[in-house]
């Protein structure tokens, strides 16, 4: 074999043994609000979503902001409906915690 090809072989072949560059995310846009018809709940599109650890973390998290009392998730359409009890906690309070779950998510 020709060592110019040899080296071309290597370098494809260890080319196609990196990850290719995922998009984190931290570089994705704060969830955005769908829907809030009804008092005591929202739901939002967070595209966080895409991976099972991302959205075990945001689900987790959703769970542990105040006055939430159930939260729904639809992973294939990205969005997260809240539960919240609007006597505890306003759906904006609600919105900004989210915000804060979703980024600390490395």
Known sequence: MRPGLWLLIATLTLGACTAAPSLAARDLPPPRVVSAVADG??????????????????IAGSRGIAGVTAVDVDRREKLLTL??????????????????????IP
């Open 83 to 104: 539960h919240f009890d609007s006597q505890v906690t306003s759906r904006e309070r609600v919105l900004a915690a989210l915000d804060g779950v979703v980024s600390s």
């Open 41 to 58: 709940e929202v739901t939002a599109n967070v595209l966080e979503l895409f991976c099972q650890s991302c959205a075990e973390r945001i």
